[in-house]
């Protein structure tokens, strides 16, 4: 049975940091992971995504620069460290992963993501 289980969400102010882990379990293709964001009203958006073996990452140009996704693979643990947040960054966070081998164009794309955490609120205000 696959778990994903977010976590490290919170209120921050603006140019803050926080960190979110979504220790993971049962997943049948340890190939790829990533996270998405939505908020209420907007389409769920890709923020990072990783190769669980590699190491390689693909970012939103939102976040590039900002946001580090990593994988502890002896832990089993995905993280999205995140910096200089801003109130555009509020939203709901998801780690998510597919079920199959998914190409460069999919990365950030949430249709090809079949396992879902049930997501960690982020809220960046004054």
């Known amino acids: 049975q696959v778990q994903l289980v977010e976590s490290g969400g919170g209120s921050v102010l603006p140019g803050g940091s926080l960190r979110l882990a979504c220790p993971f379990s049962?997943?049948?293709?340890?190939?790829?992971m990533a996270w998405f964001r939505q908020t209420p009203g907007k389409e769920r958006e890709g923020v990072a995504n990783?190769?669980?073996?590699?190491?390689?990452?693909t970012y939103d140009a939102s976040v590039k620069g900002r946001f580090w996704i990593s994988r502890d693979n002896a832990k089993n643990i995905l993280y999205l460290q995140m910096n200089s947040l801003q109130p555009e960054d509020t939203a709901m966070y998801y780690c998510?992963?597919?079920?199959?081998?998914?190409?460069?164009?999919?990365?950030?794309?949430?249709?090809?993501?079949?396992?879902w955490g049930q997501g960690t609120q982020v809220t960046v205000s004054s």
């Open positions: 998510a992963a597919p079920s199959r081998l998914i190409t460069a164009n999919q990365f950030l794309d949430p249709e090809a993501y079949d396992y």
């Open positions: 049962g997943l049948p293709s340890r190939t790829y």
């Open positions: 990783i190769h669980i073996i590699n190491g390689r990452a």
